[in-house]
């Protein structure tokens, strides 16, 4: 018996037939959350032998000349409107040219079709803006990126009644209505269906009128655009003990529109999530009654809500983070490779050391591989698949690894990105990381209980796939996973929820091949640049590295020994093996980042840029300046002479030559100027020194006259 066959007989296909008994028994909540949305190219992945050309053959997502010229013309206007230290340290909050600008051109409707009066864009298109407005403006980027996401509006298009979407969405798409989303509570947070928040159906008094509705009472917090709302989305659990709708009482989470002027709505304080100044707040409601229609689909979506709410975050997850995240890292390797070129130390640039070389290539690895899962998702999501597992990936992988490039981003800027101030570019998407990470299913949840969770069981309708994929010769990585994976549902079966740690290590092999095959696409969408290998080969290398080493972890810890002895022997007989990238590999990538090229461009596409004379501008043009004048620079290295004035004299370089070096210089030391404010500005309570003096003086006598 070849070895394949034997994987298939006396392995694969017990395990699948037995999986399936000792899977968990799972609650209602568990199910429908496992259940929403689809499977995509996650499911190909599952079958241990996808299908690659399926895969390049997919077509990229792109933008109609509607959506482009929205990018071109209101996002870029609104970007020139951005001033994020204003905004955070001054106003606390968007201006209000600001709010009207977005309600005006309909940055709130972009998801909303245009029969209902909203812009109608694609998820790609949405991606695009929210990617572009944030790096300009983190506090604007959520604020647009919000009523485009799970909330008010995507649940009306998708489960709204006729009515309800002509009621609601006009006024939502211009911003009459401004809408916020109303999940978490303080004893619900990670398991939200815990809620305690309650609607009991009864009778009341609707606008003059003795109508059946509900009688809600809730308390909320973290809800972002919440201060400012005029119609909330809320989730609560419905409850009918007197059965005036039918025989169950406890019918479980449902989800109603609340205007917000209601009485006993109790709406307005806010939060300040790490000094970052978009709305957010909690909110109340005390005997709030609303009518049945009030309900997103009506009275039949009665006990519907997590089934709505999880089908939604199923395409929402996958579009709004995400787009954030590769922006970050785009915008990381962009202004960091800048910086580390202009800004010199023991009169070298300091991306020359091969110290900074490696986070510096570890930030450009980030930012192309995070770009490409985002367009290779939005593809997706554009031709209508709602990958939940696929989003739930993304959602973890984005935010984290754009913490990890901001990261590194900040050690390299020093100092420089360390000192607040109007100057500093990269502190307040620092502040902003714990934001991403925690918000849509934090990330140790969802990595150690969703991804390879809800992945291994949404692959289950593929068994037969996978089984043919075992019944042919061992091609691909992918096959060990399906293997071990296998296992571990066979020996661990209901216990492998528990067991978080081994899940989250199948959740990263899984991950890995989502987002490595997300790399090849984006080489080959992008006509297989040679320049651009560098950051591919860094990707790959990095991936399989950890993909290796999750292999081996597994292997060590799996319960079952026996077993894992046998697999061991399959899949890793010498362990692992895969270091990740070359020195030389880093260096490269590093580079790609260090001067001007297409590749840089390729590698940090349409971020915002306006010429206003501060960070992000001074240093790209200092940078451009710096790296046009390398030439006359190392003339002068040659001629060991440092002084430019000296290297004219000497005609070592012409005096013309000599001016551009002294701009260049010029502009170099205004980047890496940082800011400094008078005591009295940063502290309402300051005193000047002598005022204290005399204050403890003061303090002195009265207590010796005491
Ligand atoms: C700025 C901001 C904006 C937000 N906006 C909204 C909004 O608009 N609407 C809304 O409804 N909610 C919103 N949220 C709430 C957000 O979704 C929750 O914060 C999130 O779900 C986590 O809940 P928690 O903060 O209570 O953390 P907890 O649930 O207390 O979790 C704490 C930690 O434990 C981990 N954890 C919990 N359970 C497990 C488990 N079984 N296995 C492993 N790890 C686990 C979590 O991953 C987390 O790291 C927002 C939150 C923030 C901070």
């Known amino acids: 018996m070849s070895t394949s066959a034997f994987r298939r007989d006396i392995i694969t296909k017990p395990i699948f037939s037995w999986a399936r008994t000792v899977l968990p028994p799972m609650s209602d909540t568990e199910r429908e959350a496992l259940e929403a949305g689809d499977v995509w190219w996650d499911a190909d992945l599952f079958t241990g032998n996808p299908d690659w050309s399926k895969l390049l053959a997919y077509a990229p997502a792109t933008l109609t000349a509607e959506e482009q010229a929205f990018l071109n013309g209101p996002v870029d206007e609104l970007c020139a409107m951005l001033d994020e230290w204003k905004i955070t340290w ?20 972009m998801i909303i079709p245009k029969e209902y009066g909203g ?28 009523p485009n996401s799970l909330g008010p509006g995507e649940l009306l298009m998708r489960f709204g009644t006729k009515d309800q979407q002509q009621q609601w969405l006009p006024r939502l798409a211009d911003g009459r209505e401004i809408p916020c ?59 009918d003990p007197d059965h005036l709708v039918g025989p169950t009482e406890a019918l479980g989470i449902t989800v109603a529109l609340i205007p917000t002027h209601l009485p006993g709505v109790e709406i307005g304080h806010r939060h300040l999530p790490a000094m970052q100044v978009f709305q957010n707040g909690p909110n109340r409601g005390r005997d709030v009654f609303i009518p049945m229609d009030y309900i997103i689909g009506g009275q039949e979506r009665l006990g519907q809500g997590w089934k709505m709410l999880m089908t939604a975050l199923a395409a929402g997850r996958g579009i709004s983070l995400p787009s954030l995240s590769a922006a970050g890292a785009a915008y990381a390797a962009r202004t ?36 490409a899962a985002r367009r290779l998702t ?24 754009m913490r990890i490039a901001i990261d590194d981003a900040m050690d390299i800027h020093g100092g420089k990105a360390v000192i607040d101030g109007p100057q500093n570019y990269m502190g307040n998407l620092y502040r902003s990381v714990p934001v991403g990470i925690t918000v849509e299913g934090a990330n140790i949840l969802t990595r150690n209980l969703i991804v390879f969770g809800q992945g291994a069981i949404r692959a289950h309708p593929y068994l037969l796939e996978e089984m043919n994929a075992l019944g042919e010769a061992d091609r691909a990585k992918g096959l060990d996973f399906a293997l071990c994976a296998d296992m571990a549902l066979l020996t661990l079966g209901g216990a492998l929820k528990r067991r978080e740690m081994l899940s989250a290590r199948f959740g990263d092999i899984l991950s890995e091949l ?72 880093v260096q490269q990538c590093a580079q790609l980042v260090l001067e001007p090229s297409a590749a840089r461009d390729r590698l940090t596409p349409d971020l915002s840029y306006i010429d206003d004379d501060r960070g992000v501008a001074r240093l790209e043009k200092a ?9 006359i620079a190392k003339r002068m290295r040659a001629a060991h002479i440092q002084d430019w004035h000296e290297a004219v004299k000497k005609g070592v370089i012409t005096e013309a030559e000599g001016d551009q070096l002294a701009a ?28 204290v003096h005399q204050f403890f003086q003061e303090l002195g006598e009265t207590r010796a006259a005491s």
Not at 341 to 354: D, L
Not at 623 to 631: A, K, R, S, V, W
Request: aromatic content about 10%; glycine content about 8%; some cysteine.
């Open 514 to 585: 989502y987002l490595l095959s997300a790399a090849l696409k984006r080489w080959q969408d992008e006509g297989r640049q040679s320049a651009d290998f560098a950051v591919l080969e860094w990707c790959m290398a990095s991936g399989f590295r950890t993909v290796e080493n999750r292999f081996a972890e597994i292997l060590a810890n799996l319960p079952n020994r026996f077993v894992a002895v046998i697999l061991k022997f399959l899949v890793q007989p010498f362990g692992a093996r895969v270091l990740g990238p070359s020195d030389i590999v």
């Open 623 to 631: 940078f451009l300046l710096i790296t046009g004048t390398e030439d």
């Open 664 to 691: 260049a210089h010029e502009a170099v030391a205004k980047v890496i100027e940082v800011d400094d404010f008078p005591p009295e500005t940063l502290s309402p309570q300051y005193k000047k020194p002598a005022e």
């Open 181 to 239: 989303f109303g999940l978490t509570s303080p004893e619900a947070g990670s398991d939200a269906a815990s809620m305690v928040d309650s609607g009991v159906i009864c009778k009341g008094d609707f606008e003059g009128r003795e109508v059946l509705g509900l009688r809600l009472n809730w308390h909320k917090r973290y809800i972002t655009l919440g201060p400012v709302a005029t119609l909330l989305g809320l989730a609560f659990k419905a409850y």
């Open 90 to 109: 001054e106003l606390r909050d968007l201006p209000p040219d600001v709010w009207d600008f977005i309600k005006r051109e309909k940055f709130f409707g």
């Open 336 to 371: 960091t490779g800048a910086y580390a070129r202009i800004r010199e130390q023991f009169n070298v640039p300091i991306g020359k050391f091969e110290g900074v070389q490696e986070p510096l290539a570890r930030i450009a690895g980030t930012a192309y591989l995070l770009d």
């Open 378 to 401: 939005c593809a997706a999501l554009n031709q209508g698949h709602h990958p939940a597992v696929i989003s739930g990936i993304m959602k973890l992988h984005a935010t984290e690894r």
């Open 119 to 146: 812009l109608g864009f694609s998820p790609y298109a949405h991606s695009e803006v929210v990617r572009k407005i944030s790096s300009r403006s983190l506090v604007a980027a959520v604020t647009v990126m919000v």
